[in-house]
Nanobody, 123 residues
Framework: QVQLVESGGGLVQAGGSLRLSCAAS????????MGWFRQAPGKEREFVAV????????YYADSVKGRFTISRDNAENTVYLQMNSLKPEDTAVYYC????????????????WGQGTQVTVSS
């Protein structure tokens, strides 16, 4: 079992930056792939980024590539999402997710989820 708690969301103007954190507790965090997803009102949950358990491989949605960076600190059991050049269309609840085996972009592949943190980007 892995418990995930996101933080770092808030209100920011377009063009600004935020860094989200996801603190994990439970066993063997270092062996889990970690992903970030987001869900805007009335829309389906969509993939943002994923990082493998060593941090050596990352993958991003086209919509955030070049603006967002996912990273992890296994010593701190934490994964981060640095978000730069934010746009109003980035407004959503952001969730982190983890899984022991899956490293893809489908939310159905992830076993564990946090409660989410709201990100609002004003124009």
């Amino acid at each position: 079992q892995v418990q995930l708690v996101e933080s770092g969301g808030g209100l920011v103007q377009a063009g600004g930056s935020l860094r989200l954190s996801c603190a994990a507790s439970g066993r063997a965090f270092t062996f889990y792939a970690m992903g970030w997803f987001r869900q805007a009102p009335g829309k389906e949950r969509e993939f943002v980024a994923v990082i493998n358990w060593t941090g050596s491989n990352t993958y991003y949605a086209d919509s955030v590539k070049g603006r967002f960076t996912i990273s992890r600190d296994n010593a701190e059991n934490t994964v981060y999402l640095q978000m730069n050049s934010l746009k109003p269309e980035d407004t959503a609840v952001y969730y982190c997710a983890s899984d022991l085996k899956y490293t893809g972009s489908s939310p159905n592949g992830y076993a564990f989820w946090g409660q989410g943190t709201q990100v609002t980007v004003s124009s």
